[in-house]
């Protein structure tokens, strides 16, 4: 793959500081003094038109004297130069800056627009402006103003807060902590999180990202690029700002619930990475996951010597909602044997104050082999007949003959210190006291089940029963051009209908005989229920009657009901009662499905109890949309509300089935229409039969139709549109779609029946089969980066693959590289154009510009299929048995 767009930021081969002084305390003076005691390896120019010389370098009146290129430049000027000097760089082919130099704010925006303006007319990409700089230790980059260096190491750290750099640089030199980049961001003008995670990820001297974020401009790049990052290595997030109100009214149940701290929760562990709450928190979070642990769960076993820091390490779990392991039975006989006859029988596992090393080795290793415990933390306190590096000799030996997690807290100082050292030679985590110790667990446990989340990439729903999406866009198209946000409540449950939703029947009357007429066609009992697009919450005003038994109690109720709700609503404009039947289900469970707007992060999906008081009795869990079924069940789980939904009180376990049937077609709706703002279903109303959407609130927003259809949402959903039906000249039935995350097992058996020739070809090595790790990577794609298009047709009752097409979008954002098979069977056939026709549509749908490839020398058939579709054809420079194929799109 070419070079990185942003490599002149991180390894720039020439660099120039603008402002660069000889005057001592000058932002300008320690940018250079820095550049000079870092050792840079490239050249360096000090540009100032005050001074012949700065700091004992020549110095140049401008950028356009220098006469050599320069690939970087570093501004530290006044704010109303910078976009002068940008020009001047343009001009010189300078291809990325810093800008260090803060007050834009106080010149307003006009000059920032400058400076951007400036900036893309000539292909420039900014870090900044107001920022501390950028540090790559190891080749000598510390372009900053930080007073001080940095180690080198393979921990990458990107922050929006220069103070912030400036108090973990301090911090990271008392505590061997080395850095491959440190990227200070500022105000973010130009680059962001996303950008610069995408070049971080294919950093091989970058072993594990660090984050301090404030705020997200662009989450659909930002969760594709973490998304990328995490599944190659650890990235761990501070995002301040946890308790800030995400709005101060909202209109729906669901918006007032759902804060933009828990949507970002959300996104994180949907994309695998890892939040902690400290700075502390993440440099001990990413060592401990440099260690490579085996995965697992949250099932903690404590060890101690003393009750008290057991129970200490015991009230934290908890806190952090992790499991204290149940040990098995032949765990607890195997302790029994080795341990004193009053342990503490159970997790704590407390060995007693005069414990030895034999004793801990006993405990710790019974724990670690039992298959109920997924890590374990081992407590010292120095007591009288306590060894404590003899223990932890113990515990050392121990660790390298097992994966799992294994924590160590010698609490103390002076008889402690000798252990603490073996332990970090050891590379054991240790700690001071029980409660971070027991943190670290808990964001390791995190990392491994966001994991397991990052690994799912939903299919389609409507392979099994398609939504009428047309009938509800055209529902809700027809409120917007009556200048109304809210449907009614017969709009609102016909748009879940068409979604295959089970709705409750509702019916409007416009009078007290028409209720009548309604409730004897719907049957008695009946609710009532106001209808107004002014009112959200009926019941507070009066606006909700139940169990109407008879006409007498329906035609009274009618005007009745006006009548309050005009008294405590008098602005509200009514349009009648809505009449629906009372349901009545012995076993039914009243929950609540919605659908809330995030100002980053677009929609977002709850779930948790339902009812009048949803507000008072809980906080529902969340999940960004799309969702599959592991997505829907976990959403389910995150609710807490097993017990609610299990049998209990004579009650019939509920149908989950359908409760995930629901969560799925809700977040078909989401995908589908960008329009839906807010919506709740509330109470959706689960029983053992199924589920059913007693009632429904949806609020609607215009939004702008772009060539993305899906660009309201962080996470691209699987592209249903680009499925499409196509024939062989034999008649052979071909259905052409986007690869799912359940093609694994046939994309495996597509490539085991190519031939030889054909596999070496495509991959350009020998192989028989695909590795796990490559397979998951070409099933369970990001839609928003790439796309593969798989030809599938029915064989002896199951679906065979007979070809892949696919692209991954290069960082410029405007080429892609592809990669094509076809089976052997059906070369020949025409279904390698038929692919690669379709995926250069989706490359175009996808704003894509070029298309280019890499194709073996010798391949002749397919040099010839590329110069039969038009693909321009020339030698690879960097690899003479390559050829570079391209086509603009």
Not at 13 to 38: C, D, H, I, P, Q
Not at 389 to 411: F, R, T, V, Y
Not at 664 to 688: A, G, Q, T, Y
Not at 878 to 886: A, I, Q, T
Request: aromatic share 6%; proline share 6%; hydrophobic share 45%.
């Amino acid at each position: 793959m070419s070079k990185h767009y942003l490599s002149p930021l991180f390894t720039p081969r020439s660099v120039a500081v603008f402002g660069a002084s000889n005057t001592s305390g000058k932002v300008g003076y320690v940018v250079f003094e820095n550049m000079l005691k870092s050792g840079f390896q490239g050249a360096l120019y000090p540009i100032n038109p005050k001074y012949p010389e700065v700091q004992g370098r020549p110095a140049y009146s401008s950028i356009g004297v220098i006469h050599e290129p320069v690939e970087l430049a570093v501004i530290a000027t006044p704010p109303q130069t910078v976009p002068g000097i940008i020009e001047n760089c343009g001009n010189e082919g300078v291809k990325a800056a810093i800008i260090i130099t803060a007050g834009f704010q106080e010149e307003g925006d006009r000059l920032e627009e400058q400076l951007l303006a400036t900036a893309r007319a000539f292909g420039i990409r900014l870090v900044g402006p107001n920022c501390l700089g950028i540090m790559r230790p190891s080749i000598g980059l510390n372009a900053t103003f930080y007073k001080g260096g940095a180690n080198s190491g393979n921990i990458a750290f990107v922050s929006q807060s220069g103070a912030l750099c400036t108090a973990i640089l301090d911090w990271a030199q008392n505590n061997d902590v080395g850095f491959s980049s440190i990227v200070s961001m500022g105000s973010s003008t130009d680059v962001d999180f996303g950008e610069i995670l995408d070049y971080l990820v294919a950093d091989t001297a970058t072993q594990s990202i660090l984050m301090y974020i404030e705020g997200i401009r662009d989450a659909r790049r930002f969760m594709s690029a973490l998304r990328a990052a995490t599944r190659l290595k650890p990235v761990i997030v501070v995002k301040v700002g946890r308790h800030a109100a995400g709005a101060k009214a909202a209109r729906s149940h669901t918006a007032a619930l759902v804060g933009a701290d828990n949507v970002f929760n959300a996104a994180l562990n949907r994309v695998g990475a890892v939040r902690v709450q400290t700075v502390t928190q993440l440099f001990t979070a990413a060592k401990a996951l440099s260690l490579n642990f085996c995965r697992f769960g949250n099932r903690l076993a404590i060890v101690t010597n003393g009750g008290g820091p057991g129970v200490m390490a015991a009230d934290r779990a908890e806190d952090l909602g992790l499991v204290l392991a149940p040990l098995e039975d032949a765990t607890l006989q195997y302790l029994d044997q080795h341990l004193p006859q009053h342990w503490s029988h159970g997790n704590p596992v407390d060995i007693i104050g005069d414990a030895g090393a034999d004793r801990y080795r006993h405990a710790v290793k019974a724990c670690l082999e039992d298959e109920n415990v997924d890590g374990v933390l081992t407590i010292l306190t120095p007591q009288a007949m306590t060894a404590p590096l003899e223990s932890a000799q113990a515990l050392i030996a121990l660790s390298a003959a097992h994966c799992k997690p294994l924590l160590a807290c010698w609490m103390g100082e002076t008889q402690v210190a000798s252990a603490r050292e073996a332990f970090a030679r050891a590379r054991i985590p240790y700690f001071r006291t029980p409660e971070p110790a027991v943190e670290v667990f808990s964001h390791l446990s995190a990392y491994y089940r966001n994991q397991q989340l990052l690994g799912q990439m939903p299919g389609p729903l409507s392979h099994y029963l398609e939504p009428n999406v047309e009938s509800a866009r055209v529902i809700i198209e027809g409120a917007m051009q009556e200048q109304r946000t809210i449907l009614t409540a017969m709009e609102s449950k016909a748009v879940l209908a068409a979604f295959h939703i089970p709705v409750a029947p509702t019916m409007l009357a416009r009078s007290p005989a028409e209720a009548l007429l309604i409730a004897q066609q719907l049957g008695f009992p009946v609710v009532m229920k106001i209808n107004s697009p002014d009112i959200t919450h009926k019941t507070d005003v009066g606006g909700v009657l139940l169990n109407l038994k008879n006409a007498h109690e329906v035609r009274a109720a009618y005007q009745d009901m006006l009548d309050t709700v005009r008294e405590k609503r008098p602005e509200a404009h009514l349009e009648g009662v809505s009449i629906e039947p009372m349901i009545r289900k012995a076993n039914g469970r009243e929950l609540m499905v919605g659908v809330t707007s995030d100002p980053a992060f677009g929609p977002v999906i709850t779930f948790g109890p339902g009812g009048t008081d949803v507000e008072i009795r809980s906080t529902p869990a969340i999940a960004l949309p799309p969702l599959n079924k592991f997505l829907s069940r976990e959403l389910i789980r995150e609710a807490n509300i097993a017990r609610l939904l299990g049998a209990f009180r004579q009650m019939s376990p509920a149908n989950l089935g359908a409760l995930e049937d629901v969560l799925l077609r809700v977040s078909e709706m989401v995908c589908e229409l960008p329009f839906l703002k807010e919506m709740d279903i509330n109470p959706l109303i689960l029983d053992e039969a199924g589920a059913l959407a007693a009632d429904a609130r949806i609020i609607v927003e215009y939004r702008k139709p772009g060539a993305d259809r899906y660009a309201h949402m962080a996470i691209a959903p699987y592209p249903a549109h680009l499925v499409n039906h196509w024939q062989l000249a034999d008649g052979t039935d071909i259905i052409i779609r986007p690869i799912r995350p359940e093609d694994a097992e046939l994309d495996q058996r597509f490539i085991r029946g190519l031939s030889k020739e054909s596999r070496y070809f495509r991959f350009m090595q020998a192989m028989q089969e695909l590795p796990e790790t490559l397979l998951a990577s070409l099933t369970q794609i990001d839609y928003g980066r790439e796309m593969a298009l798989i030809a599938v047709t029915e064989d002896k009752g199951h679906e065979a693959a007979l070809g892949v097409a696919r692209y991954i979008i290069n960082p410029d954002g405007s080429t892609c590289n592809f990669a094509v098979a076809v089976a052997d069977s059906i070369a020949g056939k025409g279904l390698g154009g038929k692919l690669m026709v379709s995926l250069m549509a989706a490359a175009r749908e996808q704003g894509l510009k070029e298309m280019e490839g890499s194709v073996l020398n010798n391949n002749h058939r397919m040099l010839k299929f590329m110069n039969d579709l038009g693909f321009a054809i020339k030698p690879d420079k960097e690899d003479h048995g390559l050829m570079k194929v391209s086509k603009v799109l």
